[in-house]
C-alpha cells in the first residue's frame, strides 16, 4: 500500500553499507514542492555519510514509479517568482543526485512521467520492470522538459530525448528506454527484479567504497554547469507556465 499522506512520504533504511530512500504520494507517487525538498536534503546527508557506500532510490507500491511534479501546485502558480521555485524542485534534486558521493541505483517498478524521467535519469544504474514504460508529457500541458533535459539527454542522447519530447502523448516501452541506455536491466517481473537488485546491491556494497566514489565522480566530472544551468531552466519553466497557451490548456484539463 501507499502512503495517504497529500504531503508525500519519504524513509531512508541503512543496513549493510546501502541506504535505501523510499517516498510516496497518494497520486501515483508524484511530488509536491515539500517532497521534492526533503528528498534534496535526504541526498544530501546520506552523501556526507560515511557508513553509506551505495544508496538505493525507489518509490512506494507496485504501480507507477513518478508521475512527476505535483498538477495541483502547477495549476497554483500564479507568477513568475512562484513559477521558478514549483521548477527548481526537480533542479534541486537532481543536482543533489549527481552531486551524491555515492552511487545512485534506481529501481522502478512502473509507469514515469516528465520530472520522474529525470529522476531515473539521474540515476547512475537503473533495474527495471516491463511495467515501466516512460513519456515526456510537457509539450501536452503546454510547457517543456527543460529542467530535467541534461539528465535525460546525457543518458539517452539528443535523438532519444527528441523522440521522448516531441511526442508527449506517446508511451515509449521498457525495452526502448534500456536499448537508449535509461534503463541498464529490465525483467519480467518486479519480483525477478528485486531478487537481482538484492544480489547486485550486496555485491556492489562489498566493493572499496573510495573506489566507488571515484567512478561516482568521474561519471559526473563533465556537468559541474548544472547547478547554475537547471536554475537557469527552472526560471524559463516558471514563465512558460503562466504562458496564455499553458494557462488555456490546464484550465481545460482542470475541468
Same mark, same amino acid.
Given at each position: 500500500?501507499? /502512503? %495517504?499522506?497529500? %504531503?508525500? =512520504?519519504l524513509y531512508t533504511k541503512i543496513e549493510n553499507r546501502t541506504a535505501t530512500i523510499e517516498f510516496g504520494h497518494p497520486a501515483s507517487n508524484s511530488f509536491v514542492r515539500e517532497l521534492l525538498d526533503r528528498l534534496t536534503d535526504e541526498l544530501k546527508n546520506i552523501s556526507s %555519510? @560515511?557508513? &553509506? /557506500? &551505495? &544508496?538505493?532510490?525507489? =518509490? @512506494?507500491? @507496485?504501480? #507507477? *514509479?513518478? #508521475?512527476? #511534479?505535483? *498538477?495541483? @501546485?502547477?495549476?497554483?502558480? =500564479? %507568477?513568475?517568482?512562484?513559477? /521558478? /521555485? *514549483? *521548477?527548481s524542485g526537480f533542479a534541486n534534486v537532481i543536482n543533489a543526485m549527481r552531486e551524491c558521493t555515492q552511487p545512485i541505483i534506481g529501481r522502478v517498478q512502473g509507469k514515469a512521467v516528465g520530472g520522474g524521467v529525470g529522476l531515473i535519469a539521474a540515476c547512475d544504474y537503473v533495474f527495471a520492470s516491463e511495467a515501466s514504460a516512460i513519456r515526456l508529457s510537457e509539450l501536452s500541458i503546454g510547457i517543456a522538459p527543460l529542467v530535467i533535459e541534461p539528465a535525460v539527454q546525457r543518458k539517452i542522447g539528443i535523438a532519444g530525448f527528441t523522440e521522448l519530447a516531441l511526442s508527449p502523448a506517446e508511451w515509449k516501452n521498457a525495452y526502448w528506454a534500456q536499448e537508449k541506455g535509461l534503463y541498464s536491466k529490465v525483467f519480467n517481473s518486479i519480483k525477478e527484479m528485486d531478487k537481482e537488485l538484492e544480489f547486485f546491491m550486496a555485491s556492489l556494497a562489498s566493493y572499496n567504497p573510495e573506489a566507488l566514489r571515484a567512478i561516482k565522480k568521474i561519471l559526473w566530472e563533465d556537468t559541474t554547469s548544472w547547478s547554475e544551468l537547471l536554475t537557469k531552466r527552472a526560471e524559463i519553466s516558471g514563465k512558460l507556465a503562466l504562458s496564455p497557451a499553458s494557462k488555456e490548456k490546464l484550465k481545460s484539463l482542470k475541468k
Open positions: 500500500m501507499g /502512503t %495517504n499522506r497529500p %504531503n508525500g =512520504s %555519510n @560515511e557508513a &553509506v /557506500t &551505495v &544508496v538505493v532510490l525507489r =518509490s @512506494e507500491g @507496485e504501480r #507507477a *514509479f513518478c #508521475a512527476g #511534479a505535483s *498538477f495541483d @501546485e502547477l495549476l497554483a502558480i =500564479s %507568477n513568475p517568482d512562484e513559477g /521558478t /521555485t *514549483f *521548477f
